[in-house]
């Protein structure tokens, strides 16, 4: 018996992030949140043929009940990106609205492991975890920056190139989930060394910008959601699986490296010892990171990659936890 609870289920991300949720035996129980829509929106997959009963929950006096005993709780609500607006901007929107979504796991579902998709992940995800430690329910085990959608979009674009199947292309993504701070380890990769040094580096940046991409194309009426649905989806039944029913996957998330301090040794070694927060290859278990996993060789042109990420890292981090750690309300 699993309970999912969906923050941000009427939204572009969250509709059809729900659906393909809905479409799994591994979940029990889909509770779907929202400020509006939630009723509808339960109702329409309601009808869906698979095992899940699905419950919809609108607003602050509905957020407990959904949100109360969830063994999963994944977060995309908040305001999409418009064109002209950095992730930076969507700080400002966003952040409150996952602390509230925060707040209420942590006095509800303290246990939930938490999925954040909401952006700009790498602030959000301190947000997290910096209200947990006020509630004092903090496991940094538990807590998941969804950094996949990088992953499915280096598989695609590589494959492209590579003319392979995009299912057979796995490219690690480390670092963070924006814009420089994303790292694609493309040189781990077989058959890239066919790839010359401009090919590496125009790939590297429209994985690293491809957001820009699909938001310059709907011309002002939406962002990644389609892509971004299948990709959370794809990191949240893969979680299930590993945690509740002990399959072993393998996935990149942005994380507290104190989730696993012998494994974060590794990682520290090459991106500096200060840096709390980083998206690295991990091995799901029992608790949700059962351990985090070397980041193996890397190109010189990746290294670089790599120092210019940090600095940007950093700033995202501590805009995070500034917000919770200055909030006197908390």
Known sequence: MVKVTVCGASGGIGQPLSTLLKQSNLISHLALYDIVNAHGVAADLGHIDTVSKVTGHVGPLELEEAIRDADVVVIPAGVPRKPGMSRDDLFKINAGIVRDLAVAAANYAPNAIMCIISNPVNSNVPIVAEVFKKYNVYDPRKIFGVTTLDLVRSSTFLSELLKASPRQVNVPVVGGHSGVTIIPLISQVPGTEQLSDADIETLTKRIQFAGDEVVKAKN????????????????????????????????????????????????????????????????????????????????????????????????NIVKGISFITDDSKL
């Open 220 to 315: 002002g009426a939406g962002s990644a959601t389609l892509s971004m649905a299948y990709a959370g989806a794809r990191f949240t039944l893969n979680l299930i699986e590993s945690v509740f029913h002990g399959v072993n996957r393998i996935e990149c998330a942005y994380i507290n490296l104190q989730a696993d301090p012998q494994g974060a040794q590794s990682v520290m070694r090459i991106a500096g010892e200060e840096l709390e927060y980083f998206s690295v290859p991990i091995e799901f278990g029992r608790n949700g990171i059962q351990r985090i996993l070397p980041l193996g060789k890397i190109s010189k042109y990746e290294y670089k990659l790599l120092t210019t990420a940090v600095p940007e890292l950093k700033s």
